[in-house]
């Protein structure tokens, strides 16, 4: 029986250069798109903690890329809506207003050239109607006008 040399080295004696993998990032193994190394320096200059453990900006940076990603994928969405294949602040802005958690989440945030989210209030709204209502009873029959 012929066993298989041990993983990493290149004969039994276990002597030699180990195989060196080729570098990956902390990001790549992770999975993500966003920097795990810009996360964790951002974590470190801004003195949150005196230790940051080597698994808070993985699990802070997937967190981030989950936010971007749902507010991007509403974005489209309110742009798709409305003809447009580029999304500017005011999507942004709608996809923030339209989705009750995301709103809760950033809904005090100004967002640059986002406009202001349409709100008209119940009582105007009561209100409209009944004019509404009044004009289509002033309407004129239908018919040959009297003389």
Same mark, same amino acid.
Request: hydrophobic share 35%; proline share 6%; aromatic share 4%.
């Given at each position: ?16 250069? +180990? %195989?060196? &993998? #080729? ?5 790549? !193994?992770?999975? *993500? ?45 309110? +742009? %798709?809506? &409305? #003809? ?5 602040? !005011?999507?942004? *802005? ?54």
């Amino acid at each position: 029986m012929s066993s298989a040399p041990p993983a990493g080295k290149g004969g039994k004696s276990g002597r030699g250069k +180990a %195989k060196t &993998s #080729k570098a990956m990032s902390r990001s790549t !193994r992770a999975g *993500l798109q966003f920097s795990v190394s810009r996360v964790g320096r951002y974590l470190k200059k801004g003195r949150y903690a005196a230790r940051i453990g080597s698994g808070a900006p993985v699990y802070l940076a997937a967190v981030l890329e989950y936010l971007v990603a749902e507010v991007l994928e509403l974005a489209g969405n309110a +742009a %798709k809506s &409305s #003809k447009r294949t580029r999304i500017n602040p !005011r999507h942004i *802005l709608l996809a923030i207003g339209r989705d009750a958690e995301l709103s809760r989440l950033l809904g005090k945030a100004t967002i640059a050239n986002g406009g202001k989210f349409p709100h008209v209030e119940d009582a105007l709204k009561k209100s409209i109607k009944k004019k509404g209502d009044e004009k289509r009873m002033m309407v004129p029959p239908s018919g040959p006008p009297a003389y």
